[in-house]
Each structure stands twice: as C-alpha cells, then as structure tokens.
DNA sequence: AAATAAAATTAGGTTTGACTAATTTTATTT
DNA sequence: AAATAAAATTAGTCAAACCTAATTTTATTT
C-alpha cells in the first residue's frame, strides 16, 4: 500500500505526465518530439524529461516503442487528469465561467495537491460523471467511463446524433461552438458530406442549415 | 488605470510580497533576517530578492527604514491575502475541511490567478467579511474591515469576551483551540491572572474552568 | 545503396531562486 | 572607545528546467 506522493512532483514533471497520458490516449507510438510540440518545449528538453522520469520510474522509453507510462505513472497521471476536469466542473457550474474560459485555469488548479482534496471536491460537486467538454472523470480509484470517441464527420449522411465531447478545448473552437449554438447533448443531423473536401451540411437542433469543415466534424464526439 | 497584472509574478515573487505585507501589520521595522526567518530563507537569498522587488518598484529598502511595500506592491499583495481567505472560506465551509488543514491549502491556491477568479469566488460564497480565522477578506477594492486587536492576555480579570480571531493559525494551536472546544464566537470569562507567569484561568462557554498560558492568551483577538 | 531528410541526442549555456562562506557594516557590550 | 556580537552584503556555487547549436542516429527518397 505505498502510493507515491504526487505531491513530490515537480511542476513540470507534473506537466509531462499528463501531456504523456494525453497522448497515449490517440496515438500509437510517443516520441520525443511529439512531446515536445505538445507541450512548446524544445526536443532536447524533452530527452532531458524523458531521462529524469524514466529514472523516477514513472515512464518507460524505448526507442522503438516509444514513451510509456509505467503503472505508477499511469495512475498519478491519472489523478491529475482528475483533479483537472473536478476543477473544470467547479469553475463552471458554482463559478458560472463559461467553457471557453474554464481549461487555462484548471491547469493550475490540478496542481494543487492535499490528501483529501480531490475527493472532497467531487462530493461537493456531486460525483459528477463528466466535465464541461464531454472528458469522463476519474474515480478516485482511477476508474473512469470510456471516453466518447465517434466523430460527428465519421456519421454517414443523413442520420441524427447528439453532442457528446469536443476534442479540441481551444477557446476558438469553443467561441466558435457557442456562436453556433453548439453545447454538449445539442442534436445535430448531418444533412450532406460534400465530397470534395469532406466538408458537412449540418442542422443544429432542426434549425439552420451550417456548413462545416471536416476538422470541425473531427472534434465534435458524438453519442 | 493601468494595474499591473499579477500572473506576471513568480511564486517566490508573490510568497515575498505577502510575506512583507503580514510583518508589516505587525512590527516597526522589516530587516531582511526578519523576512529570511518568516520564509524559512536564508538572509543572503533575501538581499537578492530585496534588489529584485526593488527593481519592480514593489518595495523600497532604505536600511534605516526596512523594507516597504509601494503603492503597487501593497495592492498586490492585498489581492494575495484576499485569494488566500477566500480559499479558506471555501475549503472550510463547502469542502468541510477542520479549521487546521486549510491553511497550508490556501497557500497554494492563492496563486491562482485570472482575472475574475477572485471575484466569481468571493461572490459564490456569499460575499464573507471575515476568513475561518477571524482575519478580515479584503474587498475587491482592497478595502477590508480593521482587524481585531485586542487580545484575551490584555483582559482585565472577570470580564467577558468573544472570540473573534486567532494570531497563530498553526494547525497546533488550532487543534490545541479545538480541544477546549474554543472556535470563532466561543465566550471567554477571564476568572484570574495569575501574576507569577501570566497565565489565565478562563470559563469556556460558562462551562470548565482552564488554565491557560500568555502565549496563549496573546494568540486569541477577541471584540 | 546512396543521398537526403527528419528525429534524437549530446554538449554547453541561461535564468531563477535558492545556498554557503567570507566580508563588511551596524549595533551592543564592556 | 574598544571589543564583541549581530546583521547585512558580496562572491561564488548549485539544481531545475529550459534553451541553441552541433552531432549522431534513424527513416525516407531517389
């Protein structure tokens, strides 16, 4: 029974660990230099990361194979990504942010680390299942429901979906969501894919008929 | 109306403004072994942080005069103190953390900042005037209520009090507080001075009579 | 297979904010 | 006033986490 003590973690290492966790959940194999677009750092300072965490124990690499998060490094990762969208629910719901304002202040606030405050903070909130985006939350005990993972572009013609998740928590794809009066559980009915570019005719709520790139269908999940 | 933006502060920054702020409000004089010994630092590590708030024109040092904080510096420092009590006020009344364990939480969460974070905070909790401590939350303004003064120790004997704030806030001394069943609003009857020491025998809520020490007794602000 | 491009790594440097040790300044005793 | 003690300061060091530039390794083209 001796869980590691996340708050022994750096900042950054904190920052790597997630990034790491985040990654893993799309892609195939983690390289360095993935790690380093995603995070804004330089490769080098990732190697030196990669070096650091790996003789922590929490990330296994392999040239081959990649960054892999070992067990302990899942499971802290893990509770970071808890902490996050907690937080997320709170600012939300109890601080009325709006969602395109909600993801740069959990950063923070996921780093903040006490026994019990994770899980005071859950009860407080209700347990809640989901954050604002659609991202399912880690239990306490590292369980959590199955991410949304079918996209709004993957729909055939003509059938009807409701808004799950969005992939990208980008305030401008989230402004440009909320202009188009696009939230989660919005009913969208992909009316026609445009062949050339894959571009969609969507009707939101049965309203107007929008026409959207194939990203944009690409990071709307859908259930 | 240019205030200046306080994310820009580092952590060590911030810890160095608020540091200043709280010996200010007690002692004359703030030497830099005063604000190594507050922050646990070693005096050679303050000079270098002295000269660096200087240079930002948060605090000035005349070595007659000590440390003060400018204008800007007591604005932002003011606004750390505000997030800080804030913070308390949430762990404590909706997280249902014991007023032992928040403090060290605070520490953290104050250095959060977004533009409205403190406000939305302040609102969502009703607007307090006082922290779990008794200690005054400054307004977004930076005004605050005086804080109390008057301490159990200056009592003379057979009057009677309530406890409005404590000095010390270490978790020791709370649970100390805790187990003489003394919180924010307990009646205090100052039975005897004894003269030898200064210790004081008090009436808890016109129940037992106890014996406590100066320290004790200058560590309790009552109105 | 050789040439080229991309990715990974090494080597060395920077900044922040600490530190220790030595020195200088200021305050307190004798 | 001189001696001593305390406080402040300077000088130099260190670790964390980043960087750039150069090199090596791996992958992709031609």
Redesign the interface.
């Known amino acids: 029974m001796y869980n590691r003590i996340v708050d022994m973690y750096t900042l950054s290492e904190e920052n790597y660990l997630k990034t790491i966790y985040r990654l893993a959940q799309a892609d195939g194999k983690i390289t360095p230099t993935a790690i380093a677009e995603s995070l804004g750092n330089n490769p080098a300072s990732v190697v030196d990361m990669i070096r650091k965490l790996s003789e922590k124990q929490l990330i296994e690499y392999d040239k081959k194979k990649g960054v892999k998060l070992t067990a302990q490094g899942l499971k802290d990762a893990v509770l970071i990504v808890r902490r996050h969208r907690l937080w997320e629910v709170f600012l939300l719901e109890?601080?009325?942010?709006h969602w395109d304002e909600i993801h740069?202040?959990a950063e923070?606030?996921e780093h903040?680390n006490?026994d019990t405050?994770a899980d005071?903070?859950d009860k407080?909130l209700g347990f809640p299942e989901y954050d604002p985006h659609g991202d399912p939350i880690p239990k306490a005990n590292g369980k959590m429901a199955k991410p949304y993972s079918v996209t709004l572009a993957a729909m055939k013609a003509g059938s009807t979906c409701e808004v799950a998740a969005v992939r990208d928590t980008s305030s401008a794809f989230l402004q440009y969501l909320a202009k188009l009066n696009i939230g989660i559980g919005t009913k969208i009915q992909l009316i026609e894919k445009i062949s050339f570019d894959n571009s969609l005719v969507i009707s939101i709520n049965g309203k107007e008929h929008t026409t959207v790139s194939q990203k944009f269908g690409d990071n709307i999940l859908i259930e």
Chains 1, 2 share one sequence.
């Open positions: 109890k601080l009325g942010y740069d202040i923070e606030l903040i006490n405050l005071r903070l407080f």
